[in-house]
């Protein structure tokens, strides 16, 4: 291949990745926010759900997508294992509708009517049509078909790009010699699954594999092998797309990979072993993207047939690969349905269970806070799995909490329960806070923002003071110590000014040219983050308090405090007026 012909190559890859890319998007704008619900309440059954994956993976052009949407209902508890691996066995077979679609680049004609309906004249129609919907029509929906036809056309220039560029292959020894060695399977597959991972897309790597058959040498031999790599190597989008999951999240995104590689390993085997025997003349037939395009089907609903009815057996080697975590799902076994009914027991273990909530929502903000000086991805995804596992608290405590106050309490018993309830949204939007000061710092190390020596100072000072006002509160609530609970308002009236602070002192850094506006947005982002925190300690703190009181009217007794501004209240000022200071630092 020359020079030219292998630049002409790369650019017909772009533009059918881009194409493929934006043909999807299009589709997904398209549907808006339907194919998501159809796709989690349609999978009752195994069939309908093998049905579903299939014809949502047939609409996106994407089996990864349609998986990766699975593992995102999976890890929020609205989907089972069981039924993802049904809707993933169906989106591997979907996916190969693209073949399909790739085969309408080849459709060309000579005079008369099949000029007309040519891949030129076709695919010049479709782009005209979506430039003129996507740039002059006001109504949202033909916007996005516009995309959509722009997207296709993208794609068939690719694909006639691809074509031109390596029809001279077929005359080129190196090639066929290559090809031959296809032929063996394992070299074969293993190829083809480099391919597809390198893409990470089995469209993609298919549409290609098309276009080399275009060179005319292409054996049913040498490209099966490649089709069945290709099949397994898709599934390494959806297995990095469960990085941060649920244990359930994880496990369905491995059972992608298993299932593929079982079901390619099942399909070659029986194959080959039939070859042995009977020696299939057929595997010497040379290949085109419309026989290409019928055998990945095959393949698919071969994969399809050998695993649909042990989709059991696909979760229990997934399980294998991701264990159960220990403190996981913690909340599920204590809160006992049949303890409803002894109110005392169930308030005990609601008790030991918004403990375990209390100190994972402080380690979710020691653990984001840590990313200040030491950032790497990992952490940044164990706080977003701390803030997951903030939300499967608040579910599962608040339905708990609401089915019990509908039991017979004594008096004690109802306003502990209330305490309950007025503080678990609180701990929730924590480790919600938690996040967004992970993603912030997330952004300064993506952005390589660098903060002047006066702002890294003001930002370690308010870091120490959140970690205190914490560990306050955390205490308090865990063992019930109301002088710990008293010491929080004072500090956070301390960490209030201490905003205020900051943002008066970035603005006359700002003024004097010694920070831009890019650092302020993630410098107040942080502080108004940090003082949301110290806020919603505050009200758990004071609703620890006014347990004690008997009532739950936070703000007469934040205004009482502050108002009368007693000994007590203002010495504890002092001392962290003192301890967090930007002076002193």
């Known amino acids: 291949m020359t020079v030219s012909e292998i630049a002409s ?37 195994p069939l309908k759900a093998i049905l579903l994956g299939a014809g949502v993976t047939a609409v996106i052009q994407s089996s990864s997508a349609t998986s990766v949407m699975v593992v995102g209902f999976v890890n929020s508890k609205m989907m089972k294992v069981r039924q993802a691996i049904n809707v993933i ?19 060309n004609g000579a005079k008369g009517i099949s ?3 040519s891949t030129t004249t076709l695919t010049g129609v479709i782009a005209v049509t979506g430039i003129f919907f996507r740039m002059f029509s006001k109504n949202q929906g033909r916007r996005h078909v516009g995309e959509i036809m722009l997207g296709f056309a993208v794609l068939m220039v690719g694909m006639s790009t691809m074509s031109g560029s390596v029809s001279s292959l077929g005359e080129q020894p190196w090639f066929t010699g290559m090809l031959t060695s296809m032929t063996f399977p394992i070299l074969g597959i293993l190829t083809g699954l480099l391919f ?22 292409m054996t049913l031999g040498s490209s099966l092998p490649l089709l069945m790599g290709i099949a397994i190597g898709a599934s390494l989008p959806v297995l990095l797309s469960a990085l941060g999951a649920s244990t359930a999240g994880k496990r369905t995104a491995v059972s992608y990979l298993v299932a593929s590689f079982m079901g390619v390993m099942a399909c070659a ?4 072993i039939a070859d042995g025997v009977f020696h299939f003349t057929f595997l010497d037939y040379i290949v085109n993207p419309m026989s290409l395009a019928l055998v990945n089907t095959i393949l698919r609903l071969a994969i399809l047939c050998v695993l649909a009815p042990f989709t059991d057996v696909l979760e229990a080697v997934a399980s294998l690969f991701v264990r159960e975590k ?27 269970t918004i403990c375990d909530m209390a100190k994972r929502t402080e380690e979710s903000i ?16 164990q706080v977003c799995e701390l803030e997951n596992v903030g939300d499967r608290y608040e579910d599962a405590l608040g339905s708990y909490l ?9 008096e004690s018993q109802g306003r502990t329960a209330s305490l309950y309830l007025h503080t678990l949204s609180d701990f929730e939007r924590i480790s919600d806070h938690a996040r967004n000061i992970a993603q912030n710092f997330q952004e300064i190390h993506q952005k390589q923002i660098h903060f002047s020596d006066e702002a890294v100072n003001e930002l370690t000072v308010m870091i120490r003071a959140v970690k205190e006002i914490l560990r306050l509160m955390t205490t308090a609530f865990v063992t019930g110590d109301l002088d710990m609970a008293s010491r929080v308002e004072p500090l956070e009236e301390v960490i209030d000014e201490l905003c205020d602070k900051m943002k008066l002192r970035h603005v006359d850094r700002l003024q004097k040219g010694q920070c831009t506006i890019t650092q302020g947005f993630v410098f107040n982002d942080l502080s108004t983050n940090f003082e949301r925190v110290s806020d919603h300690c505050s009200n758990i703190a004071v609703a620890i308090i006014e347990l004690e009181a008997g009532s739950f009217d936070t703000h007469e007794y934040l205004g009482t405090i502050k108002e009368k501004q007693t000994p007590e209240y203002q010495k504890h000022y002092d001392e962290f007026q003192k301890q967090f200071s930007f002076d002193k630092a």
């Open 89 to 107: 066995l169906g989106a591997i077979l979907g996916t190969s509708i693209t073949g399909w679609v790739v085969c309408l680049s080849y459709m």
């Open 9 to 45: 190559l790369f650019t017909g890859v772009a533009l059918f990745l881009f194409g493929m890319s934006l043909m999807g998007d299009g589709l997904k704008r398209v549907s808006g926010n339907k194919l998501e619900p159809i796709l989690f309440r349609l999978t009752g059954t």
């Open 326 to 352: 220990a403190d996981e799902n913690k909340e599920a076994v204590r809160l006992e349905e049949r303890f409803l009914a002894h109110p005392a027991l169930a308030i005990e273990q609601i008790r030991l």
């Open 115 to 117: 000029s007309i309906l």
């Open 196 to 217: 597809s991972a390198v893409l990470q897309s089995a469209s993609a790597a298919v549409g290609i594999v098309q276009a080399l058959s275009f060179t005319g040498v």
């Open 269 to 272: 085997s029986i194959f080959y």
């Open 366 to 381: 020691l653990t984001a806070t840590g990313l200040f000086t030491h950032y790497n991805e990992s952490t940044f995804y």
């Open 402 to 410: 609401v089915r019990l106050t509908g039991q017979e309490l004594t």
